[in-house]
């Protein structure tokens, strides 16, 4: 059985899609166990995606993305290596799964602001209570002061 060939294109969202004409691809020998097969085949797979030159998502996102992903970046492009499986497209796969999970979890919109709220009556009077008993404990291992 043959795998699926990976599609040209990249469907982050509905309304969103990299063009696989903004997708490099570098193919090398892969490392590790495998035998003559690993020897022979170039299965490693290098997904070379230059996030701060694409037009395919819009200038929000796209700032949204590079500001998050801004560790990653190797001048201004993700790049993503796989070489766990031994077929390269297998490996092709796993990268544009890799591309795509990476890319979605950078373009999220900010979670809401906390609120900042105060410590309620109940907790102050526990952490206060707390403080009273640590005080009582520490202060029975002084022991008794001879008086003069």
Not at 19 to 28: K, T
Not at 63 to 78: F, K, M, P, Q, W
Not at 123 to 135: E, G, I, M, N
Request: glycine share 4%; net charge positive; charged share 25%.
């Amino acid at each position: 059985m043959a795998p699926e060939r990976p599609p040209a294109d990249l469907q982050l969202t509905p309304a969103l899609r990299l063009p696989a004409s903004e997708l490099q691809w570098r193919f090398s020998r892969s490392s590790g166990a495998g035998g003559q097969h690993v020897n022979t085949t170039d299965s490693r797979v290098e997904l070379v995606f230059d996030l701060a030159a694409t037009q395919s998502l819009p200038p929000h996102l796209k700032a949204r993305a590079l500001r998050r992903l801004e560790t990653r970046l190797v001048a201004g492009t993700v790049v993503i290596a796989v070489q766990e499986q031994r077929s390269q497209w297998q490996n092709r796969a796993t990268a544009q799964r890799r591309l795509v999970a990476l890319l979605l979890e950078a373009i999220q919109p900010p979670p809401p602001p906390r609120r900042p709220t105060k410590p309620t009556r109940g907790s102050r009077q526990r952490r206060l209570a707390a403080k009273r008993l640590r005080s009582v404990v520490k202060g029975q291992r002084r022991g008794v002061q001879p008086d003069d």
